[in-house]
């Protein structure tokens, strides 16, 4: 019997072809031949100005923040449910993380909870489109601009997604991508920052690259080193052309999961409501209250069956890297505490065949004692 992957890339002989040029004729006046178009192109997808690549998508978020001006004494809110490094850069500029509860639909960032805790202090708001799940933007977009405060999208797990209309990647002044090794889009590690301001655009540039402005070896400020490479940028550009069937390998396996766990009472999946469109990254499953199950339950019953799985974020405030956060946070995002508890990430390698699929679901339900 195969084993299950988590996670996982979908290789063809077409990025092969391109890394092998980028390998074999990226170099002098073509070392950045790759970066450029992928920069270009995939900010024209997203229909955005401007495109930086980024070795990880931690170091977009960081960099965004930094040319925002960011620093000590500025608090930025960010939903409790997210990976750690929506809220790293902020913790290295000193900043103040505030954490916001998330929506009981969409498990985003709820724009309720944002505005009970906008203070004098707040510069900024991250918005996360977790696990291709995408907030309220309408509301919460009202909400930024009438308070003056800065919208910045993460969307890391959100290539492909669609909100009314509009491409995840397009919202606030800002977004970021990730192309980690377990993304929909790989360069075994990297990130992309999109823009449409000028001159925010142009300080992103100077920071990326040691406080440079054209002339050789002369810098104006201590910055950063957050270059990407063109090999690793030719792996993107090439997977990045495929991007409709990458798109679609993902929502299709969305789908299956749902018609095969349709029939299971009190169980949620990632929702696509009517004008969306989810990009299902990786396919979430909550657990009703009536089934009494926990998500590190779940995930034990799960792995004595060779099934892997992973938790669903656990909220911020909890983590030993925000000593003293969940004392404050936990009584108020109620929310993130009750679901994070319930939620568990199913497999969704791009290997994943349709009989491991069918032992997943038959998994689920003979751990909630349904009947296969």
Not at 239 to 246: G, K
Not at 282 to 288: C, E, H, K, V, W
Not at 330 to 346: C, K, P
Request: proline share 4%; with cysteine.
């Amino acid at each position: 019997m195969k084993p299950i992957h988590m996670a996982g890339p979908w290789i063809t002989d077409h990025e092969i072809s391109i890394v092998e040029d980028a390998m074999r004729n990226g170099w002098y006046e073509n070392r950045y031949d790759y970066v450029e178009k992928f920069q270009k192109e995939f900010a024209a997808y997203h229909d955005r100005k401007y495109g930086i690549m980024t070795p990880n998508c931690t170091t977009a978020i960081h960099l965004l923040l930094t040319a925002l001006g960011i620093s000590e004494g500025d608090e930025v809110i960010l939903p409790e449910c997210t990976w750690i490094a929506t809220g790293a850069g902020i913790s290295y500029l000193r900043a103040t993380p505030v954490f916001c509860d998330i929506d009981s639909e969409n498990w985003c960032l709820d724009h309720h909870s944002v505005e009970k805790l906008i203070t004098s202090k707040t510069k900024a708001v991250i918005a996360v489109d977790l696990y291709g799940n995408m907030p309220n933007y309408d509301e919460l977009v009202e909400l930024c601009t009438h308070h003056k405060i800065t919208l910045i999208e993460d969307a890391a797990e959100a290539v492909g997604s669609i909100y009314k209309g509009t491409r995840a990647g397009k919202f606030g002044v800002g977004s970021v991508f990730s192309f980690h090794s377990t993304k929909t889009i790989t360069t075994g590690e990297g990130g992309m920052l999109l823009l449409d301001d000028d001159q925010l655009f142009e300080r992103c540039m100077f920071l990326r690259d040691h406080g440079r402005k054209g002339a050789m070896y002369y810098n104006y400020e201590v910055t950063y080193k957050y270059m990407p490479f063109n090999i690793q940028a030719a792996l993107g550009y090439a997977q990045f052309q495929r991007i409709d069937a990458l798109v679609g390998l993902k929502r299709n396996q969305l789908k299956m999961y749902r018609e095969r766990l349709i029939e299971v009472e009190d169980i949620y999946l990632n929702p696509e409501p009517d004008g969306g469109v989810n990009g299902a990254w990786i396919t979430a499953l909550i657990f009703g209250k009536s089934h009494k199950l926990n998500k590190d339950d779940a995930m034990k019953k799960l792995a004595e069956m060779d099934i892997p799985s992973r938790p669903f974020f656990y909220p911020l405030s909890s983590l030993p890297a925000y000593p003293s956060a969940k004392s404050k946070y936990e009584s108020i995002n109620q929310m993130a505490y009750d679901i994070s508890s319930r939620g568990i990430n199913l497999p969704g390698s791009a290997i994943l065949k349709e009989n491991q699929l069918d032992r997943i679901c038959n998994g689920i339900k003979k751990i909630i004692g349904v009947n296969c």
